[in-house]
T-cell receptor, first 114, second 111 residues
Framework: NAGVTQTPKFQVLKTGQSMTLQCAQD?????MYWYRQDPGMGLRLIYY???????DKGEVPNGYNVSRLNKREFSLRLESAAPSQTSVYFC?????????????FGEGSRLTVL | TQLLEQSPQFLSIQEGENLTVYCNSS?????LQWYRQEPGEGPVLLVT?????EVKKLKRLTFQFGDARKDSSLHITAAQPGDTGLYLC???????????FGAGTILRVKS
């Protein structure tokens, strides 16, 4: 019953440090997504991967990189963290080819950049 | 500027009251979804509406997709404290792989 698993759940960074958020899903979904959630802004798409081997930019990709390591795993990297990247990050997955398909979310990773 | 505008942003009501949350856009969507999120958790899908004018009911929750597929509403009858949470609408473009989310409505139901 794992679904979508994100690590770490909490992280505090200093400005300029780098880190990688890990995400894995066990539902055999083709599409995976990274969103950030800020108060009053809802969920904004950072990057997504429609299928293994492909990645595309979302609404707010600047300052981030992603890697679709295999079908299960999709990581988000901050190369040089900035205070503006303080946020809650959510990974999600869904079956490919279904525009009506349900997004399954992880529990979130809470990142603070000092 | 949000592609999907949700209103109201905050709603605090007493148990037993009715409420409606709106999700509006100037763009046409092939489908629209409503999610509910509780503190410390990820959003969970409540419903997907696909056809213009479609109405779906989920117990005390009624969802409607506008005829032109540009807007949607969520109506809750006789709200209960367990309905408390953040309600998010999300729209999908035709053949698109990306979902666009509204900013959300925070609902608090007091007992």
């Amino acid at each position: 019953n794992a679904g979508v698993t994100q690590t770490p759940k909490f992280q505090v960074l200093k400005t300029g440090q780098s880190m990688t958020l890990q995400c894995a899903q066990d539902m055999n979904h083709n599409s995976m997504y990274w969103y950030r959630q800020d108060p009053g802004m809802g969920l904004r798409l950072i990057y997504y991967s429609a299928s293994e081997g492909t990645t595309d930019k979302g609404e707010v990709p600047n300052g981030y990189n992603v890697s679709r390591l295999n079908k299960r795993e999709f990581s988000l990297r901050l190369e040089s963290a900035a205070p503006s990247q303080t946020s809650v990050y959510f990974c999600a997955s869904r079956r490919v080819g279904l525009s009506t398909g349900e997004l399954f979310f992880g529990e979130g990773s809470r990142l603070t950049v000092l | 500027t949000q592609l999907l505008e949700q209103s109201p942003q905050f709603l605090s009501i007493q148990e037993g009251e009715n409420l409606t949350v709106y999700c509006n856009s100037s763009s046409v969507f092939s489908s629209l979804q409503w999610y509910r999120q509780e503190p410390g958790e990820g959003p969970v899908l409540l419903v997907t509406v696909v056809t213009g004018g479609e109405v779906k009911k989920l117990k005390r929750l009624t969802f409607q997709f506008g005829d032109a597929r540009k807007d949607s509403s969520l109506h809750i009858t006789a709200a209960q404290p367990g309905d408390t949470g953040l309600y998010l609408c999300a729209g999908a473009r035709e053949y698109g792989n990306k979902l666009v989310f509204g900013a959300g409505t925070i609902l608090r139901v007091k007992s």
